[in-house]
């Protein structure tokens, strides 16, 4: 099977801008999970989606919002872009909801100017 | 209190020898307990899962878990220079695919 994956992989956008990053799980799985990674914070969960509903969110601001399609593909979206967001952002996909493995894409480097 | 400790490292270890990897967690209800390996500049690799107390084994890796002192480890035997990296432990302590993520120990294997 195909693994996990994000476009695009790098992005440079400028403060106040929006982004939308896509991930495309793992044909079959059903669950998919955003992460931020930067080098002072590591890794942190920011949402959850599994059959096109949010099941779980993190402590982030409103700006980050994510949807999930029928066919599993799942998108993030931040808005009024701050610096702070520079960051590597990485989807993971699960066939189960709960407690099940998680199998990481490549990620989009964010960088924002 | 952070969710999940380890130590950042780095460690150093000589090929061939065992390198040890510890993790503490906070969450008396943590259900699952993952290894990932994370090279620079790439996306965290699955290396273990772990659910149940005890040893888990798969090759050269031995993953241990002790819910009653809420720890978790991973060992790594004849370690090799391709095993040089950091590597993260992760609890799922809902359940719901939400992984709480150490800052990851960096490992560096001497030949």
């Known amino acids: 099977k195909a693994g996990v994956t994000q476009t695009p992989r790098y992005l440079i956008k400028t403060r106040g801008q929006q982004v939308t990053l896509s991930c495309s799980p793992i044909?079959?799985?059903?669950?998919v999970s955003w992460y931020q990674q930067t080098p002072g914070q590591g890794l942190q969960f920011l949402f959850e989606?599994?059959?096109?509903?949010?099941?779980n969110k993190g402590n982030f601001p409103g700006r980050f919002s994510g949807r999930q399609f029928s066919n599993s593909r799942s998108e993030m979206n931040v808005s009024t872009l701050e610096l702070g967001d520079s960051a590597l952002y990485l989807c993971?996909?699960?066939?189960?909801?709960?407690?099940?493995?998680?199998?990481f894409g490549p990620g989009t480097r964010l960088t924002v100017l | 209190q952070k969710e999940v400790e380890q130590n950042s490292g780095p460690l150093s270890v000589p090929e061939g020898a065992i390198a040890s990897l510890n993790c503490t967690y906070s969450?008396?209800?943590?259900?699952?307990f993952f290894w990932y390996r994370q090279y620079s500049g790439k996306s965290p690799e699955l290396i273990m899962s772990?659910?149940?107390?005890g040893d888990k084994e798969d090759g050269r890796f031995t993953a241990q878990l002790n819910k009653a002192s809420q720890y978790v480890s991973l060992l790594i035997r004849d370690s090799q220079p391709s095993d040089s990296a950091t590597y993260l432990c992760?609890?799922?302590?809902?359940?719901?695919?939400?992984?709480?993520f150490g800052t990851g120990t960096r490992l560096t294997v001497i030949p």
């Open positions: 993971a996909s699960s066939d189960e909801q709960g407690s099940d493995t998680q199998y």
């Open positions: 044909s079959g799985h059903r669950s």
């Open positions: 989606y599994f059959s096109e509903t949010q099941r």
């Open positions: 969450d008396r209800g943590s259900q699952s």
């Open positions: 772990i659910y149940s107390n």
């Open positions: 992760a609890v799922d302590q809902t359940g719901a695919n939400n992984l709480f």
